[in-house]
């Protein structure tokens, strides 16, 4: 029998169905609640609110288990190649050897942008922030490619993916007055993002196999994450019907943020603050747990994860491989390990589960990488640029899908009358 719940209100009793999902996750349907009782429920920051039904990504935050279609990301960061988790997210299977030789080879001979693209980038300060250029350019794409017939968006979500990796190099070597350097089609995809990074045209670049190996397990730790803050953004666009880049500029300007994806760049920023200031770990906690300063723990905590976020576990490890690989010695890494450490047996952080989420360690990576603290976020979205195509796909195709329109509860002023501006006093 179905389950149902119910609700009583002034004395009126609402029955509402109850949806249960794959790992038995329960939740309670109110889509016709508002029509039967003239109420509406409210919940601030949506930590409490299932917004779709969706088959792409499983996150259970007690037990710090994340599945991409079903497959521990556990098993994924340790055997797939980014490009595979991207097909499997936006098309809910693995790839066949064929299908992946084709969907790697679109990826690589859409590499390039148009060259009147680049004249996009002459517009902006050579201090322009990566992530702005790269929301700026994101959505311009879709000046070079409108949505003409119903295929479109596949043909625009390779062009996509495979110009996304071009756009925020360009952007990093914009930041360094250096030539742009072309993608190179022999190249797999890691591989020919390094090298639009750091070649230069006065010696030839050979991309280490540590970095590349390193930015593939980065990008597939980050690829998706259910219905985070830039994902809800992505589908919230894209459910007005908005195209596929305008949709992702969107979720790019919500990942910015530095209790989102922007928070890898604020972990360096404050591992280096503690540094400076001579290492004080315990000053550093207390500023985090004292409610009247603005200060909080950077790559702590997180809405789902309440004992641990298993990228964060993945991370620390690799943190440690890739430096020692390198040669890098880091003292962000010994910072990073005290930090977490003290936390971790401060009653103000169990009491509130908060622990270190993904990026927490993924910053020093990129340090050891050379990448710069401020291109860390673009390194975020172009990890998670499939689960946000792969959700707002979701979205597209689901017959049953509308606008997304929130109520509200108004606590304004109640009605009243216009008072001219000379009685205003
Ligand atoms: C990502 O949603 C996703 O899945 C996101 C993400 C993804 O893959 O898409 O996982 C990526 O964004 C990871 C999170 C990166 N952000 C940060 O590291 C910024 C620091 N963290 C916090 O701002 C915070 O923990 C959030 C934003 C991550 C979660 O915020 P919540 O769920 O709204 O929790 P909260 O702010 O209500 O905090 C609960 C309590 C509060 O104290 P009390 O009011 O109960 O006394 O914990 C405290 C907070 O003050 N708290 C912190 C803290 N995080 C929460 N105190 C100090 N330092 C922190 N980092």
């Not at 390193?214 to 007005?240: F, K, P, Y």
């Not at 200060?295 to 004992?307: A, P, T």
Request: negative net charge; charged residues 25%; proline residues 5%.
């Amino acid at each position: 029998m179905d389950k149902t719940a119910k609700v009583v209100l002034d004395g009126q009793e609402y029955e509402l169905p109850v949806v249960v999902g794959t790992e038995d996750e329960v939740g309670i349907d109110i889509s016709k609640f508002r029509g039967t009782s003239g109420a509406i429920t409210l919940d601030s920051g949506y930590a409490n609110t299932g917004s779709c039904k969706s088959e792409i990504c499983f996150i259970d935050g007690e037990k710090g288990i994340l599945r991409y279609r079903g497959y521990p990301i556990e098993q994924l960061a340790e055997h797939a190649k980014f490009p595979e988790v991207a097909y499997l997210l936006i098309n809910g299977e693995l790839p066949t050897a064929a299908q992946y030789e084709s969907f790697r080879q679109d990826l690589t001979y859409h590499s390039m942008i148009h060259e009147d693209m680049k004249k996009f980038f002459e517009g902006f300060r050579h201090t322009a922030h990566p992530m702005a250029i790269l929301s700026a350019m994101v959505t311009s794409l879709s000046s070079y490619y409108p949505e003409v017939d119903d295929d479109a968006d596949d043909h625009n979500i390779i062009r996509l993916l495979a110009k996304v990796k071009t756009v925020a190099a360009y952007a990093y070597k914009k930041s360094i007055g250096q030539p742009f350097v072309q993608p190179q089609n022999k190249l797999a995809y890691c591989a020919n993002f390094l090298h639009m990074m750091f070649a230069v045209p006065t010696e030839p670049y050979e991309v280490d196999p540590v970095l590349e190996d390193a930015l593939n397990v980065l990008l597939i730790l980050h690829a998706d994450h259910e219905q985070n803050c830039s994902t809800s953004t992505v589908r919230m666009v894209g459910s007005s019907q908005a195209n596929l880049y305008a949709s992702m500029s969107a979720g790019i300007s919500a990942l910015w943020g530095p209790l989102h994806g922007g928070a890898n760049q604020k972990v360096i920023e404050m591992l280096n603050m503690i540094q400076q200031d001579g290492g004080g770990i315990d000053k550093y906690v207390a500023k985090a747990k004292d409610k009247s300063d603005p200060f909080r723990l950077f790559g702590f905590g997180h809405r789902v994860y309440k004992n641990f976020d298993p990228r964060a576990t993945i991370l620390r490890k690799s943190a440690e491989s890739v430096l020692d690989r390198l040669g890098v010695h880091d003292p962000m890494l010994e910072i990073a390990r005290q930090l977490e450490e003290v936390a971790l047996k401060d009653e103000y952080f169990i009491e509130r589960n908060l622990y270190p989420n993904v990026d927490f360690y993924s910053g020093i990576i990129y340090r050891a990488m050379g990448i710069p603290t401020d291109m860390f976020t673009v390194m975020f979205a172009l990890g998670r640029l499939p689960g946000w195509i792969a959700h707002w796909k979701e979205l597209r195709n689901d017959p049953s899908s509308r606008i997304n329109r929130p109520r509200q509860i108004y606590t304004g002023a109640g009605e009243r009358d216009y008072v001219g501006i000379a009685d205003r006093g």
